[in-house]
């Protein structure tokens, strides 16, 4: 599929979701629309990735399959600045795919524009209608957890990253998305925050029974299990995708919990803890691995910071997105 | 308000709401419909709660306020063989209490008719469209929060007792109602099973920060920490609620979790660990009392059972249905 991505005055730092299809979709990349970086190139600012033109709309962009929204602000609102950029591509016969909790297909607008011009519009967060509770089945494919400190520490890139080591060994292995962006890459999965909360485990449950046709599964984590407002999230997850192993992810440096600053993060090795005492009534995993990110470290700081975490946490560590994952990997597949 | 409980051919044993009705809510049970025990009265099958006679259908109750569906089946469905007293008590007047996932106000037939006769349909358990997410900030009042070793294991149950135990020793306590049931003998609170899983924290929040004029909250947890499938409801109101205090309950002699006998339940010593550990890092709360459900043992074997409780959690505990409340009482407030 060819795509653009929407990454208006947020690309690239603050556009999670366009640099992760950028980073690991199998989607060409025609186009990124940043109006404030217009005439400059992907690489110009993120160097390790496809390349393509940075835009300042739609109309400027070559002809593509679809506009993906490449951001997910917090609240998961729609931008009324983006509308004529989403006008333009179902003008242009593109299909729109976003993961909002703002749907786009509920939008009348584009609602009508969409059926006119015979395109689709695919919200990614709305949950399947039929779901329910976990039966507490599990698979059985290797599942490895990718669980984190945090939001934001790396889960969802872990596991791509995982993920293409263990192809590069011959392994069928695939990423099981629980999250948009993690979604939008691969293309299928379901946003478990979104879910109503008695049935999260067992929409896990049957994202994981979908693919356990693969040897391994890396299943995004989310949230943490002691975060003020998302472990609800986390804990559906923990138990109800069966997993056989963890992988804890930590952003280096950080202390308190992202956008709750008056809590301080437990230290990794307090966390490795609570998700092993709390997972194994139901799954006996254990944290066979962490990963780091060490995103503004310079070169020797980062490897430093990666070794001290793997000491602390007394497993092989990395920071996979600048080295590479062959310790992490066999210690999860063990 | 006067109500009549519908409770066909589940009163007393699988009729949880209606029992929780006739012994906690300050309504006046005019009538139980049971039609295998019309001609029967309440305290015949349930001796120490407010009487009243049992009655076929609406039509042999007394006049009242509303009809209040006093059963929760698994799945939350809607009973076919309720419809004609469901129809019986709009046409007579009376609104329509019910806590099922499926919506009375959705139903053609219910919906007309409650609009011709001015009468409400009640669905307690469709949350508030306006939820967000937890902002992580607590209340004054002293927050005691309800968790147990599985579902079902007297949860709501201890919330009402230590409240009424509370209030008789002149302080201002309310129950904080997370489920169906509580909901309707209190007639407030958000069933944070039918939340969006992002929200469920926030649900949570916002209902203990609406008590929070009181002295002492008691929040009705749910679910278990490590159960299969519903950990996530469990953990959102742990942290959701920022306890003071946590009150462990437990089944006397059930080994493995209700509905899902393959896993076994931790002890609850290991549980009271794994409660503390989760909660500290957003509100150290304690395990500063244990419940103990001894329904079904006799009188020599319930004190033994709540003695042996109390001695492995290391705190006061008691059966708040079959003794007092006041060691327990003392230890959560303290």
């Known amino acids: 599929m060819r795509v653009a991505l929407l990454a208006h005055e947020l690309f690239p730092e603050r556009a999670k979701t366009a640099v992760g299809v950028l ?3 199998d ?44 951001v997910a602000p917090i609240g998961g ?36 524009l969409a059926d006119e011009q015979g395109v689709d519009l695919r919200d990614v967060r709305a949950p399947p209608d039929d779901l329910s509770v976990a039966t507490g089945e599990g698979v ?56 109503i909360s008695d049935f999260a485990a067992g929409a896990t449950e049957r994202l994981v029974h979908r693919a356990s046709d693969n040897d391994v599964l890396f299943v995004e984590g989310q949230g943490a299990l002691a975060h003020p407002a998302y472990s609800g999230v986390t804990a559906a997850i923990l138990h109800g995708s069966h997993p056989d192993s ?20 437990p230290d990794p090795e307090r966390y490795l803890g609570l998700y092993e005492s709390v997972a194994a009534p139901v799954a006996p995993a254990t944290v066979d691995a962490g990963l780091l990110n060490t995103q ?17 946490l007394g497993v092989p560590a990395t ?3 600048r080295y590479d994952a062959d310790a992490v990997l066999d210690a999860v597949l063990e």
Chains 1, 2 share one sequence.
């Open 140 to 195: 059985d494919a290797r599942v490895v957890l990718t669980v984190g400190t945090d939001c934001s520490s790396g889960k969802m890139t872990g596991c791509f990253e995982l993920r293409d080591a263990a192809r590069e060994r011959g392994l069928d292995a695939a990423v099981v998305p629980t999250g948009q962006t993690g979604i939008m890459i691969a293309g299928w999965g379901i946003a478990i925050d979104r879910v």
């Open 27 to 70: 989607h060409e990349v025609v186009a990124v629309l940043d109006r404030d970086l217009a005439g400059d190139r992907v690489n110009d600012h993120v160097p390790d990735v496809q390349d393509a033109p940075i835009v300042a709309d739609a109309a400027d962009a070559p002809d593509c399959d679809a506009l993906v929204v490449g």
């Open 319 to 321: 920071d996979p997105v």
């Open 296 to 312: 503004g470290l310079d070169g020797e700081e980062a490897r430093e910071a990666v070794d001290g975490y793997g000491d602390r």
């Open 77 to 112: 609102g729609f931008e009324e600045s983006w509308r004529p950029d989403v006008r333009a591509a179902i003008r242009q016969g593109w299909d729109v795919v976003a993961g909002l909790h703002y749907l786009l297909a509920e939008d009348e607008e584009f609602a009508r």
């Open 246 to 265: 963890l992988v804890l992810c930590h952003v280096a440096g950080r202390e308190t919990v992202g956008g709750y600053d008056t809590y301080t993060l």
């Open 23 to 25: 980073r690991y979709a």
